[in-house]
């Protein structure tokens, strides 16, 4: 990378690896943001093809990625996000859960707002699970994954950015509270 990067993403995962396949694919289609980010992928002790499936985007990556895996011993989220977070080299930390396609200007929109002493909070869209399942690289397309978020989730979406938006303007003490995503 020639040095340090401005950002490092920090995915959790455990027992997805389809799922962490397109989450991956997401993150290497992101835009404007070449050399400025590291990958690590985070795992809580999955027994499938979690390690093959980081050891071939890794080999397809124009980025570092790094896999670190934990023993299982029950749902340790806390955990596996910070043994990602001590492998991190970057400046700042996104964390990603590892079922969260993210957007082509996901981690160009976060650099953009990056200042010294701010949290930056985003949550996600949930589809069903039959849609879920359906996704591939194709249906990584703004347009198509817009159109695959139920009405309900765009609306929920909406508010959550208005109560921030407000939260923010009246400088809330307590809100909006950091949760992963």
């Not at 590291?38 to 093959?52: H, K, M």
């Not at 990603?96 to 869209?125: K, M, N, S, W």
Request: charged letters at 30%; hydrophobic letters at 40%; glycine letters at 8%.
């Amino acid at each position: 990378m020639g040095g340090r990067a401005d950002i490092s993403l920090v995915v959790n995962t455990f027992r997805k690896p389809a799922h962490l396949a397109l989450v991956l694919e997401s993150i290497r289609r992101q835009e404007g943001v070449d050399g400025r980010f590291e990958v690590i992928v985070s795992d809580d002790g999955s027994d499938d093809d979690t390690r093959s499936v980081v050891e071939t985007a890794a080999a397809r990556a124009p980025f570092p990625i790094t896999f670190t895996t934990l023993p299982h011993d029950g749902f340790r989220l806390a955990r596996t996000r910070n043994q990602g977070a001590r492998l991190a080299g970057g400046r700042a930390l996104l964390f990603l859960d590892g079922d969260c396609v993210a957007p082509r200007d996901h981690v160009a929109a976060h650099l953009e707002r990056l200042r010294p002493g701010r949290a930056l909070l985003g949550y996600c869209a949930r589809l069903d699970e039959t849609t879920s399942r359906a996704l591939d690289p194709g249906a990584l397309e703004a347009e198509t994954i817009r159109r695959l978020v139920p009405r309900r989730e765009r609306s929920a979406l909406a508010g959550r950015h208005r109560r921030m938006t407000w939260h923010a303007a009246i400088r809330h003490p307590t809100k909006p509270r950091l949760a992963g995503g």
